[in-house]
């Protein structure tokens, strides 16, 4: 059964089924993202038009350093907001917060990633948005007072909303909100991410109309393509390793330099104006040396392809890695539209007498490998990189690289670029998993509390008095002045003692107690527990909080609300 939303009085007017008012809160979600989409893209327009026409200034190398310099400034100071890719912090919240998420966060990563990319900075408007559009889903769900699952719902909707109308490509903004920002597919949250989807595509094809981000005239994908995708996996997938690292070294390398964040982005800014000095297709989001490529008119050799890869690497790592906002999609797409494009050119120099189909084929399929590796999510590859060309005609070859990719990325980096630090910090819970189920049961609600506490100079005699009318096999042994928790007394460990009436005034309870026996605390974590007691061989543990017994932690208490709580998480309703 459906559980019923509460709705404020002022919606009183409105008695839905549940299902129905996520779908109509998912659409106002969705096309609210696909409005931060938009106005992210009309200020990004706005401010590289500016930036253009300064191009012929010698000092204009110092633009993206300001860019990403006034970001920072805005994110830290005004916003008070740290630094970040977006998703990542969308994942987290969806994790461990049940997606709960500020109205702020909003447009505060609009407005400085538009600061970071429009100065130059190398770096995509996508992770912003998506951030955005799961804000304010998250805020939606918070005046209608729905619960933590029905909100997490909505949080998807906006970021679906917000991807669908950056790229025109609705299934692939269903598919990556499920695939990396969710990580579940349920009947519950497919449909309404997928109507959230719809409302902020056909937003964006009303402002902009129904345009295909990177037109061809088609591909005729032969076998030899298919085969030859294999190794341009493996060409993606170690690419995608490289930004993956570099990255994260340049956040590290950034850490130890003395300055305030606001003084790295600038300098991290400074240095990639430099190198667009010397190769302009390295700075911004990128995406017109992607059409050039794509429709073959890309007229660099082998050498400058490959040189312009690592080039965009660099400035990705020296944008985002120094402090800039903004995110990895757009990077990645150029990487992987570089690698295809030297991978073709490669095969063909080494192998002219190879049928295939061309370097704009190729261009498209390196942009599915590296979306894939660095994501490690490759059904959003395959999907993204169809919707945003209108290529179905290559879905062979895009299975087969993006598939390659993501394992040989998985091999070598176990977590995504996006959820790295959160797997390494154990912030990462995914919906049915151990750690996400025993993260949303607290130990308070665990605690057995009808253990009967015993002084520690009791005789066995009063002793054996005290368990005629006890209902568990557990005493705790208590100080009697203090309180304080002394150890315990298990009935299982002293039934000899029980049963030999000339020890009754002969022993005392702190003769038989066990001293050394493991404890646990509010503050402790469930899983921790967990792994511990079965490690221990132990079924149960008291739980002490300042030195005073609070009460019994049972394993089979725990396991027993471990499956309904896994039960909740794993059902289709809400």
């Given amino acids: ?86 998703v990542p912090e969308v994942i987290y919240a969806v994790s461990r917060y049940g997606g709960i998420m500020r109205f702020r966060s909003s447009f505060s990563r609009l407005i400085a990633s538009c600061l970071t990319i429009g100065s130059g900075g190398s770096a995509g408007p996508e992770a912003p948005v998506v951030m955005s559009g799961a804000a304010i889903g998250s805020n939606i769900a918070r005046l209608f007072r729905l619960n933590d699952r029905q909100r997490v719902t909505l949080v998807g909707c906006g970021a679906a909303g917000a991807i669908s109308s950056i790229f025109n490509a609705p299934i692939a903004g269903l598919v990556f909100v499920l695939e990396v920002v969710l990580g ?94 010397w190769i302009p297709d390295a700075m911004g989001e990128g995406y017109h040396p992607i059409r050039e490529m794509i429709v073959g008119g890309y007229h660099g050799a082998f050498q400058v392809a490959a040189v312009a ?61 590296l979306i894939s590796g660095i994501l490690q999510a490759p059904l959003t590859g395959i999907f993204l990189i169809v919707e945003i060309t209108g290529s ?65 100079h009791m005789t066995l005699r009063e002793f054996v008095e005290v368990v005629k009318g006890a209902k568990r096999d557990h005493f705790p042994v208590e100080d009697s002045e203090t309180g304080v928790f002394l150890g315990m007394v298990h009935l299982n460990e002293v039934r ?15 003769q038989i107690m066990d001293r050394s026996l493991r404890h646990v605390s509010y503050g402790d974590d469930l899983q921790k527990i967990l792994k511990m007691m079965d490690k221990e061989g132990l079924f149960t543990i008291p739980v002490v909080v300042n030195r005073r017994f609070v009460g019994l932690l049972s394993k089979s208490t725990l396991l027993d609300k471990y499956r309904k709580e896994l039960m909740v998480q794993t059902s289709d309703n809400t």
């Fill in 496 to 510: 000899p003692y029980l049963f030999d009436t000339i020890m009754y005034d002969a022993v005392v309870v702190e």
């Fill in 309 to 369: 890869i690592f080039a965009k690497i660099l400035a990705t790592s020296l944008t985002l890695g120094w402090g800039g906002s903004g995110g990895i999609f757009a990077p990645s797409l150029v990487v992987g539209s570089f690698t295809g494009l030297a991978f073709y050119r490669g095969l063909v120099a080494l192998w002219p007498s190879i049928p295939l189909v061309g370097e704009g084929c190729f261009a498209l399929l390196g942009m599915a490998g």
């Fill in 184 to 277: 579940e597919w349920s009947t519950v949250n497919i449909v309404p991410i997928a109507i959230a989807s719809v409302a902020g595509t056909e937003l964006s094809r009303f402002f902009n109309g129904n345009q295909i981000a990177f037109s061809h005239s088609g591909f005729p994908i032969g076998v030899s393509d298919t085969v030859a995708a294999a190794g341009l996996g493996l060409a993606t997938a170690l690419l995608s390793i490289l930004l993956t690292r570099g990255l994260r070294s340049m956040h590290h390398v950034a850490d130890k330099v003395p300055l305030p964040k606001w003084g790295r982005a600038f300098v991290g800014g400074c240095l990639v104006g430099l190198l667009g000095f």
């Fill in 392 to 456: 179905y005609e290559v879905i062979l070859p895009l299975i087969v690289v993006s598939s390659v990719s993501t394992t040989i990325s998985h091999y070598f980096e176990p977590a995504s670029f996006y959820m790295r630090d959160l797997v390494e910090k154990g912030q990462l819970l995914r919906p049915g998993t151990d750690a996400r189920v025993l993260n949303d049961l607290s130990l308070s609600e665990l605690i057995e509390k009808d253990c009967i506490a015993v002084s520690p």
């Fill in 1 to 86: 059964m459906l559980k019923r939303v509460k709705l404020p009085e002022k919606w009183a007017f409105i008695e839905p089924d549940d299902r129905l008012l996520l779908i109509v809160a998912g659409v106002v979600a969705g096309l609210a993202g696909g409005l931060a989409a938009l106005g992210l893209n009309h200020g990004l327009e706005a401010m590289m038009e500016f930036v253009h026409s300064l191009r012929d200034y010698p000092w204009v190398f110092v633009l993206p350093g300001l860019g990403a310099a006034a970001s920072a400034i805005y994110l830290e100071k005004i916003m008070r907001e740290g630094a970040g890719h977006g």
